[in-house]
């Protein structure tokens, strides 16, 4: 099955460093979502990338959709303590029919700790 | 805003009995879903639904599993005979059209199975 390895598993940073983290795939994608999931609640979707080199910032947060559609990478600048959760990647492909409504693959997640 | 709410947010139940997991999706939404995640663990797709019918499910999704939408705003999920291992946070989620695929994703319900 389709498998996304997701790194680092956790980081432990100081407020005010930045971030990054990423997301790579032994398959294509058409899609990569970033989600963010704070403790007993569902995944909140951050970004959301469709063209493979696209470019995305949400505020502090910044995403890119990898050129070989096989990765990647959210960056979060200047960190605050709000930050801290748990940080997934997903990718989101295509059947052969052309079709798989959100049947998103997960990364492990990247648990993040921001130090005041 | 619109966000898409799931009921009951823990559930505790015995192995072999019947759950109802209940989720009211947005309402201009036409695609619905559910996603589980055992503790520590990755989500996990289980199945997709639209234009009432099953879009596709996962291996996990077997036939101790049924969804249902009753009316024009619930979305349910059923689990017949629950077992120890369908302990889980399940999340619903639901996305307005298919261009695009995001999704929303409720609170979940954390299911707890003795």
């Known amino acids: 099955g389709q498998q996304l390895n997701q790194s680092p598993q956790s980081m432990f940073i100081q407020e005010g460093e930045d971030v990054s983290m990423n997301c790579t795939s032994s398959s294509i994608f058409n899609t990569w979502l970033w989600y963010k999931q704070e403790p007993g609640e569902g995944p909140v979707l951050l970004i959301a990338l469709y063209k493979a080199g696209e470019l995305t910032s949400n505020g502090r947060l910044t995403a890119q959709f990898g050129i070989t559609r096989k990765d990647s990478f959210l960056n979060i600048s200047a960190s605050i303590p709000s930050d801290v959760g748990i940080y997934f990647c997903a990718g989101q492909r295509s059947n052969a029919g052309g079709t798989s409504y959100g049947k998103l693959t997960f990364g492990q997640g990247t648990i993040l700790t921001v130090h005041p | 805003e619109p966000e898409v709410t799931q009921t009951p947010s823990h559930q505790v139940t015995q192995m072999g009995q019947e759950v109802i997991l209940r989720c009211v999706p947005i309402?201009?939404?036409?695609?619905f879903y559910w996603y589980r995640q055992i503790l520590g663990q990755k989500v996990e797709f289980l199945v997709s639904?639209?234009?009432?019918?099953?879009?596709?499910k996962s291996e996990i999704f077997d036939d101790q599993f049924s969804v249902e939408r009753p009316d024009g705003s619930n979305f349910t999920l059923k689990i017949r005979s629950t077992k120890l291992e369908d302990s889980a946070m399940y999340f619903c989620?639901?996305?307005?059209?298919?261009?695009?695929?995001?999704?929303?994703f409720g609170s979940g319900t954390q299911l707890s199975v003795l």
């Open positions: 989620a639901s996305s307005e059209a298919r261009e695009g695929e995001k999704l929303f």
């Open positions: 309402s201009n939404h036409l695609y």
């Open positions: 639904f639209y234009n009432n019918e099953i879009s596709e």
